[in-house]
């Protein structure tokens, strides 16, 4: 039988932040990570549980000044059938599909997959590469984290003992173009062996790319950014000497490791192969 | 605490620790034990049980998020009959074997025919993609998937 540490289940924003004031609570959405968690074989199982299902004010989509909120409980199901999200950043539907299966989405949460922090968290790549400002509440005050400061290390992130995160906001830039790609065993079900996420801008037509950002997740103890890489792209448009060049300074600039799910080798290998297709793709060669 | 909810039409109370897994408030203080356990850990898709209409893992929902929802299990399936026709289906077409599978397997299928998609081979294999199958090679759960869903849709239309 799992551990069942003490959990207490507040329906209002203020009666969470009293309890969070009062004793440290490790924060429960969907549950599709804890629940793993507490079976007490990854580590101690947190001691008390705070469960923010029923705060329905972190549900929910909207685009406001010019940017995409998403609440923190919003599920990956919510996303991918959101048309909001489908008019506005198609990439971020592609990117749910693509995490566990029917059951995991209709749970799974984005802003438990922020806060939970794996480095292999399928949605974080997406979340570096789009520039998410994370939006953080406790009794006192809110405060907006971006989301190059946002995951410190392994498995850590900015989020304070009395604070909730409460959404993810993604900045809206005009002709941003944003891709999404994910490696694992199979299509459903699997944890990354490598996730990019790429963003750019640029005109119409075979213009140079700007304000490139490349993000990879299950290459590094967090997800990162490719800065490296990232400068290659940057002022190039794609073509064929701009993809050789980003694939093999990738491939010179990630340090991934071997584990269960994977070796070093074929995620350095897999990585720059991705993006040197994702840049095929859109330079249309 | 306590802890109420709706599980196959009937209200149910139950008196348990509110981080108890909802398949072991099923198996254990409800005696419905057609939900099986497979992996514990959400891989594997045998606990399956529908959640307010939605197809969930229930090793990885406590029953404090169960307060004031409808459950429904394997058991609920059929009301006026041994099987309902997916059920029957799964028979016709030798979409069972062990057994192990079976329960989540329907209930991840009858989320999906409920939902009303269009039935196809691919949106078949993506809604059962949550489901582990060792024994049928998932071909014949396809099948019947596929044959309970024409079916429903014809006997819509007459």
Not at chain 1, 137 to 154: I, K, L, N, T
Not at chain 2, 29 to 51: D, F, I, N, R, W
Request: aromatic residues 4%; hydrophobic residues 45%; proline residues 6%.
């Amino acid at each position: 039988m799992p551990h069942e540490p003490p959990v207490v289940s507040p329906r209002t924003l203020p009666e969470a932040y009293a309890l969070l004031a009062a004793a440290p609570h490790r924060p429960l959405a969907g549950g599709t990570d804890l629940l793993v968690q507490i079976s007490g074989e990854l580590g101690e199982p947190p001691e008390r549980v705070l469960d923010i299902w029923h705060l329905d004010e972190l549900r929910g989509i909207r685009v406001e000044s010019n940017a995409l909120v998403i609440g923190a409980l919003t599920t990956y199901a919510e996303i991918r059938r959101s048309p909001v999200v489908a008019e506005f950043l198609p990439a971020l539907a592609e990117a749910a599909a693509t995490i566990g299966a029917a059951q995991i989405q209709n749970r799974g949460t984005i802003g438990g997959n922020a806060a939970n922090a794996s480095p292999a968290g399928d949605m974080l790549p997406l979340l570096l590469a789009c520039d998410a400002q994370f939006v953080l509440g406790s009794a006192h005050r809110q405060r907006w984290v971006a989301a190059r400061e946002f995951w410190p290390a392994y498995r850590r992130t900015a989020i304070a003992g009395d604070e909730l995160l409460l959404r993810i906001s993604l900045p809206l830039p005009s002709r941003r173009q944003v891709r999404y790609r994910k490696v694992g065993t199979r299509r459903a079900q699997a944890i990354s062996k490598v996730v990019i996420g790429l963003a750019w801008r640029a005109e119409e037509g075979a213009t140079p790319w700007r304000e490139v950002r490349l993000a990879l997740g299950s290459v590094a103890a967090t997800t990162i950014r490719a800065p490296r890489t990232e400068a290659v792209l940057e002022g190039s448009t794609p073509d064929e000497a701009t993809a050789d060049r980003a694939a093999a300074t990738l491939a010179d600039e990630i340090k991934p490791i071997d584990d269960v799910r994977s070796t070093a080798d074929y995620r350095r290998a897999v990585a720059s192969r991705v993006l040197h297709r994702l840049i095929r793709d859109e330079g249309g060669w | 605490m306590s802890y109420r909810f709706v599980v196959n039409g009937e209200p149910v109370a139950v008196e348990v620790p509110g981080m108890r897994r909802l398949l072991d408030v099923l198996r254990e203080e409800l005696h419905l034990t057609g939900t099986k356990e497979g992996c514990g850990e959400g891989e594997c898709g045998a606990c399956s049980v529908l959640l307010d209409g939605v197809v969930v893992d229930s090793c990885l929902v406590p029953i404090c998020q169960v307060d004031g929802t409808v459950v429904q299990t394997v058991e609920g399936l059929a009301r006026d009959a041994p099987l309902n026709d997916l059920q029957s289906a799964f028979l016709e077409t030798g979409g069972a074997q062990c057994g192990i599978c079976t329960p989540g397997m329907l209930m991840a299928a009858e989320a999906y025919l409920v939902a009303g998609s269009p039935i196809s081979d691919g949106a078949i294999r993506e809604a059962i993609a949550g489901n582990l199958c060792r024994c049928t090679g998932y071909t014949k759960i396809v099948e019947a998937i596929a044959l309970a869903g024409e079916r429903r849709r014809r006997d819509a239309s007459v």
